[in-house]
């Protein structure tokens, strides 16, 4: 090898080792950028939580890490910031030279917060806790469980179990989306609650007698009852009188606004058979297009504008909740602020609020107007413009077209009638006042809880298969071959007890309701069809026996 | 100019010639073969370790605390750090491997004979320097398997008889791995190896200048062809031209295999498979093979006969008057080293 | 050192061992030697020659450049960042509270206006702009004393004595910003210890304040941070 085909290769190496490095540039940049999505920010340490991160990096790491990848995290604010109580609050304890309480409150958040706080206060979300005296309530306190503490029924090998908490089923299913009223237990075996402290406007407790009355761990800690916490429900009732719970939704301790943005977040509560609204979402083509784009949904973005940030899907968030480009990129915490229709009840109704956010149900229409405060159509235009953002105003008027139509028909054509059936089956005492002990009870909660919010809930969400075989095909099923055919067996079976008067009461309005032209299908015509098949039937019989 | 010259030349008074002639050795033929470079190549690798070594170490952090954290911000946050970590790993095998295969060119060309037997020792100091070295290093980067590793290599010098636990708690810095074992580690792999690495091999080119490098003839050498070619520019360009096909080699290794990062070391928990780097495969089979106090025994003979080897050479080509008897023993202690080595890779435990 | 070398490469030639003859090798240096120069010229001048110097330059060149790129610590980790102080609602103006930086470092920040925005407030660094050692408050005083070299300043920490006065250098304030009413200091993020230093004590805003921060946080230490 001579010396210049050495000088040749040498250059020809240099400039391969050239490349590689071009390509080690390559990858740097790349490795650089993937790790800038991986990590966001800086973290610092707050002074004041120093000794909290320290303790339960050790004792609970996942508390820290995931607060470490909150926005919190990265603007200082730490652990004391939220959880930091007053002396005089009733759950405050020390823990190593702080005074705080386990409990963060939407009122603790609300130093901060405040708008949020007060949008959330006014939502119907924060007054889920008043379940706990509704219809549902009843169901799992007494049909599912019992209110008071039972026997066991026979003995559990390896379990030493000598009373049932009949709540428990209220504790881990309803409180647990609905809120738990917060309880301390007192020193005396019993349970001090909000109503016990009526706490002022500043969440303190103006009963000083309640308080002293708590029960306190030997490290001095207020001892929380177990059936009211661990609850991060949307309704509870905390014991500085504030109502819900912003972990709800903001997961702690991250409080990811990228995971409230996310449908997964909401259906946590929002699913199932009595309100499938995630499902629904997912049918839809909203949800067929969040999980195609997700990626280009800008989900960590700051601000999350429609319009502006992201386009290409809408979450629940997007149109219930979050901002976009009409309205100055606007949050709400008030998931109803743009719902025209309440699909709650078994009748829907529609969502005119009064100033403290409550549905008004007034008749007479000039009491009525006096007391809206906010009226559906408001209400409607204001989702109308988050709609808008893809859909031109002719496509979003008919849908609301598609779906007023639908929930009327829904309303007129089963809901009322059946709500009229129920009723003077009781008026006329032939069921009893108490819920669930009549099989035509659960047949009608079927039908406006679960099979009636379905089909509602699949036609306000674009999802075809709720609106229709989940939805009313079940409720005509349910309708027709179910609480029609029970409630005349009730009054048969009380006729033939002697209770003549009530039967046929009963009787005529099944019949009134029957004759109806939107059901005359189902027995008008029927009669018709016996009448004109009976010379047929005969023909056959003729013909076979031939 | 000229004055600057002078200036120069009043204080480092050496003239253009005697420059000259000490860059400009004549260098034998036969180096114009590739494989006769093999030892400049571990010389060239060693350059680049102390140099990716030095920037490696202003981030690491020799401590049981926060030595995986720096490396682990060295490899994802440092600019160009995992290539710069990866470089220094695949320099660290390579060089392992040229110093082996120097070692194995010199043992069957027999350059070890007669005077040059000090610089067969010399060698044969280097190649556990760099064994060690490569020891020390995997050991700092506390991953699961580096602290498994370095806590079984303590407790095999243990086992050493007499020394044993005196070599171990030099090692260790206590009676078992501890907090002060990491920079124990990392002093021994950054400052005492690379030194002594660097004395030995100045006074193995030193040997070598004083002795002439070996020179070998072939049956295809045309008869009337010179028998030394110039270092400059001739061999430089050789050399030049090995060490970027190295650069070119580590730069793809380091882009397509890059240095990862393992679990954290927890010394709790031994993870299923435990595997000391490829260059002590040999040693982890023979310690499987045999009795430990057996293993460390017959590894020191071992290592003792090769040290010792050019003499032993010398008695066994008179107890056995065959010439080429070194030759077969070092193709049968070859192949063995190889059927270990293979033997360890394939089989899980 | 060099010399050394150089004796010892002669010795080598003259007593090259006895596998090479050194006759030989000390004619093929001469040879060498004369037609080294042919060499040179060639190397220099031929086209090959500079590609190949080029080439190392470049490659070389662009490794030792990223080996210097490593150098400096990776970006992104600004060492000040802006912190959450505390709700401007709930501030009265003519108070002050002492807030303690991720660092560790303590910056008293008080309300001087009434107005809703970060110009009523101000917040003193502790680091003196003269030669950057600690001041701390000296209560009978009624000072921050810089102990390096008795450098002092006044509340508003404005320089009084020692070279920092004679340079007219004033205690740097920290940038402040209000946003949705919540005061944010722009604080140091980092200390020398790492991000989580084991001193802990000193982090304590309450245990700090006693008796060497002015009289209005004397009064918020008791509230531990908490204001009303």
């Known amino acids: 090898m001579n010396l210049k085909t050495k000088q040749i290769i040498i250059a020809v190496l240099s400039a391969t080792f050239l490349i590689s490095l071009i390509f080690v540039q390559w990858m740097e940049v790349a490795l650089k950028q993937q790790e800038a999505g991986l990590r966001t920010h800086a973290i610092s340490v707050p002074a004041k939580s120093r000794s909290c991160v320290e303790c339960h990096q050790k004792s609970s790491p996942g508390i820290i890490d995931h607060w470490k990848g909150s926005t919190h995290a990265a603007k200082g604010v730490g652990c004391i910031e939220c959880h930091q109580a007053h002396q005089k609050d009733v759950d405050a304890f020390d823990h190593y030279g702080a005074t705080i309480a386990t409990i963060v409150t939407p009122l603790d958040c609300s130093r901060c917060h405040k708008t949020e706080f007060e949008e959330f206060t006014h939502s119907h979300h924060s007054k889920a806790g008043n379940i706990l005296a509704s219809l549902d309530n009843f169901l799992a306190e007494t049909v599912e469980g019992s209110r008071e503490p039972f026997n066991p029924h026979s003995p559990t090998p390896g379990r030493d179990i000598d009373i049932v908490n009949g709540m428990a089923s209220v504790n881990v299913g309803c409180r647990q989306c609905h809120g738990s009223k917060v309880a301390i237990q007192t020193l005396d075996g019993g349970l001090i609650t909000v109503d016990d402290l009526q706490p002022g406007a500043d969440g303190l407790p103006t009963n000083t007698t309640a308080v002293a009355s708590i029960k306190r761990n030997s490290d001095g800690q207020p001892i929380l009852d177990a059936a009211s916490w661990p609850n991060t429900g949307i309704g509870r009732l905390n014991l500085d009188g504030s109502r819900g719970s912003c972990s709800a939704c903001h997961s702690r301790h991250d409080f990811s606004p990228r995971r409230a943005r996310q449908p997964e977040n909401c259906g946590k509560c929002h699913l199932g058979p009595d309100h499938p609204q995630k499902e629904v979402y997912e049918e839809s083509k909203h949800g067929v297009a969040f999980r195609d784009l997700k990626e280009h949904m800008n989900l960590d973005a700051h601000d999350w504008v429609l319009g502006r940030d992201y386009t290409q899907a809408p979450t629940c968030a997007t149109c219930h909740m979050s901002g976009h480009t009409r309205n100055d990129g606007k949050v709400t915490h008030d998931p109803g602020d743009r719902i025209s229709w309440t699909n709650r009840p078994p009748v829907s109704a529609v969502m005119d609020t009064d100033a403290e956010g409550k549905v008004v149900k007034e008749k007479d229409p000039e009491k009525r107007l006096a007391l809206i405060a906010d009226s559906w159509q408001q209400k409607r235009q204001r989702m109308k413009n988050v709609c808008l953002h893809c859909h031109t105003n002719n496509y979003v008027n008919a849908f609301y077209k598609q779906y007023d139509d639908f929930v009327v028909n829904y309303n007129e054509k089963f809901a009322k009638p059946g709500q009229k059936i129920m009723a003077v089956l009781r008026e006329q005492k032939l069921i009893t006042a108490t819920q669930f002990d009549e099989e035509i009870e659960w047949t009608w909660f079927y039908l406006w809880h679960h099979e009636g919010r379905r089909a509602r809930h699949g036609a306000s969400m674009m999802a075809p298969d709720y609106a229709h075989w989940h939805g009313m095909f079940e409720v005509a099923d349910r309708f027709y071959t179910k609480l029609i055919p029970q409630a005349r067996e009730i009054a048969e079976h009380s006729r033939e007890e002697g209770r003549r008067a009530e039967a046929e009461a009963v009787e005529k309005v099944i019949e009134e309701l029957l004759a109806r032209p939107e059901h005359e299908w189902y027995e008008g015509l029927k009669k018709l069809d016996e009448a004109k098949r009976l010379p047929a039937v005969k023909e056959e019989k003729e013909s076979a026996e031939n | ?349 | 050192m060099i010399f050394s070398f150089v004796s010892i490469s002669r010795f080598g030639l003259m007593n090259s061992g006895q596998d090479s003859t050194s006759q030989d090798s000390a004619e093929q240096g001469d040879s060498a030697a004369s037609s080294s120069d042919d060499h040179r010229r060639s190397f220099i001048a031929t086209g090959s020659a500079v590609a190949m110097t080029t080439g190392l330059v470049a490659s070389y060149g662009t490794f030792a450049s990223m080996a210097g790129r490593f150098l400096f610590p990776a970006g992104g980790r600004r060492s000040v960042g802006w912190q959450f102080v505390a709700a401007v609602a709930s501030w009265q103006p003519g108070k002050s509270l002492e807030y303690t930086a991720p660092s560790g470092a303590t910056v008293v920040i008080a309300r001087h206006g009434e107005a809703d925005e970060a110009e009523a407030f101000i917040a003193l660094s502790s680091v003196c702009p003269h030669l950057g050692c600690r001041v701390h408050w000296e209560s009978q005083n009624d000072r921050f004393f810089c102990p390096c070299h008795n450098g002092a300043f006044d509340r508003q920490g404005v320089a009084t004595q020692g070279p920092p006065a004679k340079a007219g250098q004033s205690l740097k304030a920290y940038p402040l910003k209000i946003e949705a009413g919540l005061l944010y200091v722009e604080a140091p993020l980092h200390s020398v210890g790492g991000d989580a230093p084991t001193a802990v004590a000193q982090n304590d805003p309450s245990a700090q304040n006693d008796s060497s921060a002015p009289d209005a946080v004397q009064a918020d230490a008791v509230e531990k941070g908490r204001l009303s």
């Open chain 2, 1 to 349: 100019m000229t004055r600057l010259a002078d200036w120069i030349n009043e204080r480092i008074p050496v003239s253009g010639e005697q420059l000259r002639e000490l860059t400009n050795e004549p260098v034998p033929n036969h180096l114009r073969r590739w494989w006769f470079c093999l030892g400049g190549t571990p010389a060239y690798l060693f350059v680049v370790q102390i140099f990716t070594g030095i920037l490696l170490a202003l981030y690491y952090q020799p401590a049981p605390a926060s030595a995986y954290e720096s490396i682990r911000y060295i490899t994802e946050e440092a600019a160009f750090g995992w290539y710069l970590r990866s470089m220094h790993k695949w320099a660290a095998t390579l060089m392992i491997a040229a110093v082996i295969l120097h070692q194995l060119r010199v043992y069957f060309t027999a350059a070890y004979r007669r005077p040059r037997e000090l610089n067969w020792v010399i060698g044969m100091a280097l190649l556990m320097c760099t064994l060690l070295t490569g020891f020390t290093g995997y050991s700092l980067v506390f991953e699961q398997l580096s602290y498994w590793g370095a806590t079984v290599a303590a407790n095999i010098s243990d086992a050493v008889p007499l020394v044993g636990g005196t070599l171990k708690m030099l090692l260790l810095g206590g009676a078992e791995y501890n907090e002060h074992t990491l920079s124990r580690f990392f002093i021994i792999h950054a400052a005492i190896l690379p030194t002594t690495i660097t004395l030995l091999v100045i006074v193995h080119i030193a040997f070598i200048r004083m002795h002439g490098v070996t020179e070998l003839r072939f049956d295809d050498d045309p008869p009337n062809e010179p028998r030394h070619f110039n270092f400059f520019p001739d061999h430089i360009t050789t050399e030049l031209l090995i060490g970027l096909l190295l650069m070119v080699v580590l730069s793809a290794l380091a882009t397509i295999l890059p240095a990862t990062l393992g679990a954290k070391a927890d010394p709790l928990t031994t993870p299923e498979i435990i595997k000391p780097e490829w260059y002590f495969y040999v040693s982890f089979r023979w310690l499987k093979l045999f009795s430990l106090t057996f293993a460390v025994l017959s590894t020191g003979f071992i290592l003792a006969a090769m040290f010792l080897w050019p003499w032993i050479d010398v008695g066994l080509r008179k107890l056995t008057g065959n010439e080429d008897i070194s030759v077969w023993i070092g193709v049968g202690g070859t192949l063995l080293l190889i059927g270990l080595t293979v033997w360890e890779a394939v089989v899980t435990h």
